[in-house]
Nanobody
Framework: QVQLVESGGGLVQPGGSLKLSCAAS????????MGWYRQAPGKQREFVAA???????TYADSVKGRFTLSKDNAKNTVHLQMNSLEFEDTAVYYC?????????WGEGTQVTVSS
């Protein structure tokens, strides 16, 4: 089993920044992927960014150049630095990891971009 704990959501004005963190614990070994998805009201959950244990990072086109995903290997934690936030970034952000083919999700953290 793998447990994911998210933190860092909140309210921010357009153009502002937030940093989300996701700490993983449990049976994490071998090749795995950690990343973020988001779900806005009335919309499907969508991919935001992911980082593999091999070091490959992938971003959705909508966040490229604005969001940066990084990993603290010692703490099994990934950080999503979100800059130049837009109204359209408002959503519940979910951390996800895939370990040996099994998917694990966090409970989500709300990000609201509002003036």
């Amino acid at each position: 089993q793998v447990q994911l704990v998210e933190s860092g959501g909140g309210l921010v004005q357009p153009g502002g920044s937030l940093k989300l963190s996701c700490a993983a614990s449990g049976r994490i070994f071998g090749f795995y992927v950690m990343g973020w998805y988001r779900q806005a009201p009335g919309k499907q959950r969508e991919f935001v960014a992911a980082l593999s244990s091999g070091g490959t990072t992938t971003y959705a086109d909508s966040v490229k150049g604005r969001f940066t995903l990084s990993k603290d290997n010692a703490k099994n934690t990934v950080h999503l630095q979100m800059n130049s936030l837009e109204f359209e970034d408002t959503a519940v952000y979910y951390c996800k990891t895939t370990v040996l083919g099994a998917n694990y999700w966090g409970e989500g953290t709300q990000v609201t971009v509002s003036s």
